[in-house]
């Protein structure tokens, strides 16, 4: 194997553990948090109104019955009251007979909607049920593929230090240079040229990289390499 073909492998390796890293930071748990999420909150919600509605009624009804009583003394009242006395009591009833019309009007849509409202809880209730036990279910997933990629990590992290250790420590670390300045931490020659700096290297130097050899630019630096011919490369990246 030569020099090259090495630090193709290296730079597989990396480029692989970054995509590993990338899978391992996604929370492949959001979607089924936020549907959970979401159904807990339309329960709650319509929990929260049904029982607003309740309790609404409950007064407006107790209301009524008081408002009802007051009417029914006035008009017992205006029975045996002539005149006067009775226009008095007529300008008395007028306003409570349209506040109890009103009253009535409110009583019947809050029941309407306690109609309506009542029968949306259980299918609301099953939803987020659902959606809670599928969070249950994709959190146990997805712990076997965080400890997948963990393994992965570990043994691609293995081969790295195997692969590292065969090189020159002063090419090795201008590649990590390479890694930490440009995020890569090789490049390709192009038409005889540094493909970073673009420097035109001299014949010798040419013939050396297309033998395999490990160097790096003399005028950037950067680990240089042929271009891979035929497949891809070697270590294909796995989703997992
Ligand atoms: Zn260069």
Redesign the pocket.
């Known amino acids: 194997m030569t020099v090259q073909q090495i630090l193709w492998q290296l730079h597989d390796l990396d480029q692989q553990g970054t995509r590993w890293n990338e899978q391992l930071e996604r929370d492949g748990l959001s979607v089924y948090r936020q549907r959970s999420e979401r159904a807990r909150q339309a329960l709650a919600a319509c929990m929260q109104r049904m029982s607003e509605v309740e309790s609404d009624l409950e007064r407006r009804q107790q209301s009524l019955v008081r408002l009802e009583s007051e009417i029914g003394q006035l008009q017992s009242e205006l029975k045996s009251v002539h005149g006067y006395e009775a226009s008095v009591l007529n300008h008395r009833l007028q306003p409570l007979l349209l506040h109890k019309g009103q009253q009535e009007e409110i009583l019947l849509q809050l029941m309407l909607e306690q109609e309506e409202t009542g029968p949306q809880l259980s299918p609301l209730r099953s939803e987020a049920e659902e959606a809670a036990q599928e969070l249950e279910e994709a959190r146990s997933e997805e712990q076997e593929r965080v400890a997948i990629l963990r393994q992965r990590l570990a043994q691609a992290n293995e081969q790295r230090l195997l692969v590292a250790k065969s090189l020159e420590v002063e090419l090795l670390a201008a590649y990590e240079r390479g890694r930490k300045c440009y995020g890569l931490g090789l490049?390709e020659v192009k038409t005889g040229r540094?493909?970073?700096?673009?420097?035109e290297f001299p014949d010798h130097f040419q013939r050396l990289l297309k033998q395999g050899e490990g160097m790096a630019?003399?005028?950037?630096?950067?680990v240089?390499v042929q271009p891979r011919t035929g497949q891809g490369p070697v270590n294909e990246s796995r989703q997992v």
């Open positions: 490049q540094c493909g970073r700096c673009r420097v630019c003399p005028t950037c630096q950067v240089l």
